[in-house]
């Protein structure tokens, strides 16, 4: 089921046409659908109801809106963030400091004391013992101890594009799994620091369970392997990573699954689980929508220039990544064309060759599957601004782009 379906008047956003949207909004527009997030959420906590004990924290940097994060705080999640403006959004969002997760390879001693202050429920140590050190210091001088966790890299290949891949040996994620240990040890002996678990993050866009079930068997080893040590382990956060469906035959693992995945190698740990989804809620439930400006004849085929560019959504450019194209109120006709932005780079192409509906100047049509990592990456560049953000719940709309303020962005 999509939430983004085809009806008598032309492409809806549940019971709303997307042409009301661009009326009312102009375009490009990012359109998400609230049943869509909610329903996103709700299938991966029920699938994760099999295991015994788990959290959800959403990986705030998919998708910052603060209405798509409300949402998802209503439906029991809290945040995986990476910096301190993440941090105040999701706070301003509703979601309490103790459910939030500070992941971040580089968090600055300023991010890190706002976070001991606002009560943050979960450190996630990931680089250099020092990181621990600082955090505990600081935790100290407040009279407060830092719950953390020691993000391991696991050094297994998630299969994903060498962009989005974090668990290998020479990534700058989390801290090799040989050296853990020892370093565990050292650093449960701070005093302003309460190590509880491990943590990892292999990559994301991952359409296979094999590499994260490896990683997770390494993972389980190690938590045998600091128990025998003596401490403590009450919390294993598995990371976030799960692939969703870009192209209609797209194969991904199915939330059950990932589940049945998950309690076969936990299934002794005893520890709270913690999972850090993104892309898996937040990705199938919005579009892009765009208006055609041009129809160009090219060399070999025609180039249609949409008024979306790569500022707007960033994946094509950045990872080659494939996002369906469909148009809005479709004549039935095809073309093979290249789909480009108006952005002053060659990098700015959506697609190549690619077999679409047939379009014409002045027609909208829509980019499929950008609810993550799409405002999420946009920018100003060529002085273009940031695209509008548009919530559909039912037959109603709002515009919920908030721009990012300047008291968010200084940290
Ligand atoms: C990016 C990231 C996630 C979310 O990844 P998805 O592929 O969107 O699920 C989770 N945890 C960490 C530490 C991340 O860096």
Not at 97 to 118: H, M, N, P, Q, Y
Not at 137 to 158: E, H, M, S, T
Not at 275 to 280: D, H, K, L
Request: aromatic share 6%.
């Amino acid at each position: 089921m999509t939430y983004f379906d085809r009806r008598d008047s032309g492409l809806c956003a549940e019971g709303v046409p997307l042409p009301a949207i661009a009326d009312a909004v102009g375009t490009p527009v990012h359109v998400y659908s609230a049943a869509a997030l909610r329903d996103a959420a709700r299938r991966f906590t029920a699938a994760l109801s099999i295991l015994p004990r788990t959290r959800t924290a959403f990986a705030v940097k998919a998708n910052p809106n603060s209405a798509v994060l409300h949402l998802l705080a209503g439906c029991g999640f809290g945040a995986d963030i990476v910096s301190g403006g993440e941090m105040r959004r999701a706070l301003g969002a509703g979601i309490a400091a103790s459910d939030i997760v500070f992941s971040g390879v580089g968090k600055t001693d300023r991010e890190l004391a706002d976070a001991l202050d606002a009560g943050i429920g979960q450190f996630n140590l990931k680089l250099e013992e020092e990181e621990g050190r600082v955090l505990a210091a600081l935790a100290q001088a407040r009279g407060k101890r830092a719950v953390a966790v020691l993000r391991v890299n696991p050094d297994v290949d998630g299969g994903t594009h060498a962009k989005i891949s974090t668990g290998q040996r020479e990534n700058k994620f989390g801290v090799a799994i040989a050296d853990a240990p020892a370093m565990y040890d050292r650093l449960s002996r701070l005093d302003g620091l309460d190590l509880v678990g491990v943590a990892l993050h292999i990559g994301s866009q991952l359409h296979d369970l094999a590499p994260l079930e490896a990683a997770y068997e390494r993972i389980g080893s190690l938590v045998i392997d600091l128990r025998a040590r003596g401490h403590g382990i009450t919390r294993v956060d598995l990371g976030g990573g799960l692939g969703i469906p870009y192209r209609v035959d797209d194969v991904v693992p199915t939330l059950d699954a990932y589940a049945a995945m998950v309690a076969g190698v936990t299934r002794d740990w005893d520890v709270d689980l913690i999972f850090e989804p993104g892309r898996v809620v937040a990705g199938l439930a919005g579009v892009l929508m765009t208006r055609v400006i041009w129809v160009k004849p090219g060399a070999d085929r025609p180039f249609v220039i949409v008024d979306a560019a790569m500022n707007d959504l960033a994946r094509p450019a950045l990872y080659d990544a494939f996002h369906r194209f469909e148009a809005v109120a479709p004549d039935g006709e095809r073309m093979v064309a290249n789909i480009a932005g108006p952005i002053c780079e060659s990098g700015d192409v959506f697609a190549l060759a690619r077999d679409i509906d047939r379009v014409r100047r002045g027609d909208l049509a829509v980019f499929h599957a950008t609810g993550a990592y799409g405002a999420a990456m946009a920018s100003s560049y060529n002085c273009r601004p940031l695209s509008p953000q548009v919530l559909v719940d039912g037959d109603q709309f709002e515009i919920v782009a908030d721009r990012f303020l300047p008291e968010e962005f200084a940290a």
